[in-house]
């Protein structure tokens, strides 16, 4: 790459709104404008479209709504991969709000996850995410229902499906905890394991036992990473789309526009190995 082009960038972990924000089709318009190429989408909860009540129809309408939408992306001329799944704040929703009680958001889960498995098996979707840990205190025996509803995920790696992990930031610990699961489940496709909204330890910590990692693409942490960071990671906006929320967690354009700064700056590849070659080697897409 000459300095002063922009770098073509891929957004490992975003979200679309439709029914409150642009949606996907204004995001990968003004994605690609600022050198997008590729988003992988990452469905929100059911009621943040306004599908209620949160049953299980409720999230099969999800899946439908996310599989629209990445086709929307794909129409603007983004390479994008599908994902769906049961965030592990959707327990404590579920509890708090719904009134579902814990045994039915358990059997809720596994039930929504294990459908998910089967239209990653078919094609309908490319992976599971998120699931995982609350990132925040809750009561144990909420953590103790997302994680089972994390490991029914890790067992549809022998489907071919992916998975983006949202889990507490609690550095080499919170992977190595769920490297004794994976491996506790014989889970054998680490490449497919994603473990988003990683700190840069533990993004290091992932590639060292196998898997993948994500880290926000927020300006201040690109430009501690440059140059110091080896780029063994993606980069993700993790956008919301909600005008309620503007900009969280960054706008994938200006994400974009960060890394193109940075290459007339000197960090030309560093910036393609961690918003080119390794989305292209992860998620299995042709470069740009």
């Given at each position: 790459?000459?300095?002063?082009?922009?770098v073509?960038?891929?957004?490992?972990?975003a979200?679309?709104n439709?029914a409150?924000?642009?949606?996907?089709?204004?995001?990968?318009r003004?994605?690609?404008?600022?050198?997008?190429?590729?988003?992988a989408?990452?469905?929100?909860?059911?009621?943040?479209?306004?599908?209620?009540?949160?049953?299980?129809?409720a999230?099969?309408?999800?899946?439908?709504?996310?599989?629209?939408?990445?086709?929307?992306?794909?129409?603007?001329?983004?390479?994008?991969?599908?994902?769906?799944?049961?965030?592990?704040?959707?327990?404590d929703?579920?509890?708090?709000?719904?009134?579902?009680?814990?045994?039915?958001?358990?059997?809720?889960?596994?039930?929504?996850v294990?459908?998910?498995?089967?239209?990653?098996?078919d094609?309908?979707i490319?992976?599971?995410?998120?699931?995982?840990r609350?990132?925040?205190?809750?009561?144990?025996?909420?953590?103790?229902?997302?994680s089972?509803?994390?490991?029914?995920?890790?067992?549809?790696?022998?489907?071919?499906?992916?998975?983006?992990?949202?889990?507490?930031?609690?550095?080499?610990?919170?992977?190595d905890?769920?490297?004794?699961v994976?491996?506790?489940?014989?889970?054998?496709?680490r490449?497919?394991?994603?473990?988003?909204?990683s700190?840069?330890?533990?993004?290091?910590r992932?590639?060292?036992?196998?898997y993948?990692?994500?880290?926000?693409?927020v300006?201040?942490?690109?430009?501690?990473?440059?140059?110091?960071?080896?780029?063994?990671?993606?980069?993700?906006?993790?956008?919301i789309?909600?005008p309620?929320?503007?900009?969280?967690?960054?706008?994938?354009?200006l994400?974009?526009?960060k890394?193109?700064e940075l290459?007339?700056?000197?960090?030309e590849?560093?910036?393609?190995?961690?918003?080119?070659?390794?989305?292209?080697?992860?998620?299995?897409v042709?470069?740009?």
């Amino acid at each position: 790459m000459e300095g002063g082009k922009k770098v073509p960038v891929g957004d490992a972990h975003a979200h679309s709104n439709p029914a409150r924000g642009m949606g996907a089709r204004e995001i990968a318009r003004r994605f690609r404008r600022s050198g997008g190429w590729f988003i992988a989408l990452l469905s929100l909860n059911p009621w943040s479209y306004g599908i209620e009540p949160p049953g299980y129809e409720a999230y099969m309408k999800v899946v439908d709504l996310i599989v629209s939408e990445c086709r929307r992306a794909r129409e603007e001329g983004l390479k994008v991969k599908c994902f769906s799944g049961f965030h592990p704040a959707d327990v404590d929703r579920l509890i708090d709000r719904y009134r579902l009680r814990p045994e039915e958001v358990l059997q809720l889960g596994l039930r929504v996850v294990r459908a998910l498995r089967g239209m990653c098996r078919d094609g309908v979707i490319d992976g599971i995410g998120e699931v995982g840990r609350q990132h925040y205190r809750t009561a144990p025996e909420r953590v103790a229902i997302a994680s089972l509803i994390m490991e029914e995920a890790l067992e549809a790696t022998e489907d071919g499906c992916m998975i983006q992990l949202h889990l507490e930031q609690a550095g080499r610990a919170t992977i190595d905890t769920v490297d004794m699961v994976v491996r506790r489940l014989g889970v054998k496709a680490r490449e497919t394991v994603i473990f988003h909204h990683s700190t840069l330890q533990m993004a290091t910590r992932a590639r060292e036992l196998g898997y993948n990692a994500t880290v926000p693409g927020v300006p201040k942490m690109l430009d501690y990473a440059a140059g110091k960071a080896e780029p063994i990671f993606m980069i993700e906006s993790d956008f919301i789309d909600d005008p309620r929320r503007p900009g969280v967690v960054v706008y994938p354009w200006l994400m974009a526009e960060k890394l193109s700064e940075l290459a007339t700056k000197g960090y030309e590849e560093w910036a393609w190995k961690v918003a080119v070659e390794n989305v292209s080697r992860v998620f299995g897409v042709e470069p740009p």
